[in-house]
C-alpha cells in the first residue's frame, strides 16, 4: 500500500510563494506518475501538474509559476514531491491534493492525500 500526506498550505498574500510538499511511504517501484491536484471553492477537481520519469507537465495556469519535483530514498520506501509555487494569485486558491499512480502490484490503483488548503488573499 501507499499513504500520501500533504503539507505546507496557508494563507499567503497575491504575489507571494508557497511550497507544498507529500510524503509518500510504501514501496516507491510500485508508484508511477505523482501529480498535484486542487478543487477551487465550488468547482471540479483540476490536475495542476505531474511528474513520472523525471518528465513533468502543467496547466497552461499554472505554467511558469509552479514547479514540482519528486526526491525518493535511497531505500525506495518513502518519496517526497514538492510543489514550488510563485506569483500566487486569488485563483489558485483551492485544496490541493496529492495523487500517485500505482504500477506493478499496484497497477491500475489511484492514492489520494486528504488534501491542504491553499488561501490567497490579501
Known amino acids: 500500500q501507499v499513504q500520501l500526506v500533504e503539507s505546507g498550505g496557508g494563507l499567503v498574500q497575491p504575489g507571494e510563494s508557497l511550497l507544498l510538499s507529500c510524503t509518500a511511504s510504501g514501496r516507491m517501484f510500485n508508484i508511477g506518475l505523482m501529480a498535484w491536484y486542487r478543487q477551487p471553492p465550488g468547482k471540479e477537481r483540476e490536475l495542476v501538474a505531474s511528474?513520472?520519469?523525471?518528465?513533468?507537465?502543467?496547466?497552461?495556469s499554472v505554467l511558469g509559476r509552479f514547479t514540482i519535483s519528486r526526491d525518493i530514498a535511497t531505500d525506495g520506501a518513502k518519496s517526497v514531491m514538492n510543489l514550488q509555487m510563485r506569483h500566487l494569485n486569488p485563483e489558485d486558491t483551492a485544496l490541493y491534493y496529492c495523487?500517485?499512480?500505482?504500477?506493478?502490484?499496484?497497477?491500475?490503483?489511484?492514492?489520494w492525500g486528504q488534501g491542504t488548503q491553499v488561501t490567497v488573499s490579501s
Open positions: 495523487y500517485a499512480g500505482g504500477v506493478n502490484r499496484l497497477r491500475g490503483r489511484d492514492f
Open positions: 511528474i513520472t520519469d523525471g518528465i513533468t507537465r502543467y496547466s497552461d
